[in-house]
């Protein structure tokens, strides 16, 4: 069962936190003048705010004996407790997107500011449920201790037994929902995280994509300029061919002209004489692939 403080110790150590906060704020603001930590600075001042609410509704809790108000200061409280939680992720994604490219130690001192955040937030939630614990025994008029009286029967005893654990079955059940919801925060986070990383990498798939377009359509290009070169390579070893052919024939027949054998007969021993030189370079050249191939 948690310890009840006196409304001026109470009072002191809030004042006490406050004036550490200020310290703490202004320090931090001297730190990093940066205009870019504009709104982070809201933050923090938003963050300020609400934990003035929070504490302030806590100590009403604790002080109050109950009714309506009661059960207003209790959702007040919860309602600042939220807000705060929602302000300190706020600001981890502000974190995220404005010190990316910050100094390492403006970034751990936020880090450290946004831990001390967390620290607070579950110490007035402890302090909450503490109150609210108090409060569910005081209607029950257990006070955390076993009621021993004797107008008592069994019969009431087990009743309020009874009444206790479905308080605190539906307390657990609470603070899993809480839990489930802040771990929901977290996963969206890490999605939003997830999904700029993706957003990146298809910027970068997309890029990569574009180049090996261009160099298909280089390789293409470079395709069609060799085809081009072989075809006159081929056409000029034609035309080459067709020269030597003819100056070979040439050759031939002068050479004949020597024997003084008729024309008819000097033009038909320079063709075979032509055929018989190419029947040789054709073998020749066939007999070095082969040995190329069988080498």
Not at 17 to 28: F, M, Q, T, V, Y
Not at 158 to 165: E, I, N, P, V, Y
Not at 204 to 212: D, E, F, Q, T, Y
Request: contains cysteine.
């Amino acid at each position: 069962m948690a310890v009840l403080k006196g409304p001026r110790g109470m009072w002191q150590a809030e004042e006490d936190g406050r004036r550490s906060l200020l310290r703490e704020e202004a320090a931090g603001v001297a730190s990093t003048p940066s205009p870019d930590q504009g709104m982070l600075q809201d933050y923090s001042a938003e963050f300020s705010r609400l934990r003035g609410v929070a504490a302030t509704k806590v100590a009403a809790l604790k002080n109050a004996v109950g009714g309506s108000s009661w059960a207003e200061d209790a959702r007040a409280a919860e309602r600042a407790l939220q807000a705060m939680e929602t302000n300190r992720r706020q600001v981890q994604v502000q974190l995220r997107l404005e010190l990316s490219g910050a100094a390492g130690s403006a970034r751990q001192e936020w880090d450290k500011r946004l831990q001390e955040w967390a620290r607070e937030v579950a110490s007035f939630r402890g302090e909450l449920e503490a109150a609210r614990e108090q409060h569910n025994r005081q209607n029950l008029r257990l006070d955390g201790r076993e009621v021993v009286a004797g107008g008592v029967d069994a019969a009431s005893r087990s009743s309020r037994q009874s009444a206790l654990q479905s308080t605190e079955l539906m307390e657990r059940g609470t603070q899993q929902l809480q839990e489930a919801v802040r771990q929901a925060l977290e996963t969206e986070v890490i999605s939003n995280e997830v999904m700029d990383d993706l957003s990146s990498q298809r910027e970068s798939i997309s890029g990569i994509r574009g180049k090996m377009r261009t160099i298909g359509t280089e390789l293409s290009q470079a395709r069609q300029s060799l085809g081009r070169m072989l075809q006159r390579a081929q056409q000029n070893r034609l035309i080459t061919l067709v020269i030597c052919a003819v100056l070979g024939f040439a050759l031939a027949f002068w050479a004949l002209c020597f024997f003084g054998l008729p024309l008819k007969y000097t033009l038909m021993l320079a063709a075979a004489t032509l055929v018989l030189c190419a029947a040789g370079i054709v073998l020749r050249s066939r007999l070095k692939a082969r040995a190329a191939t069988a080498g």
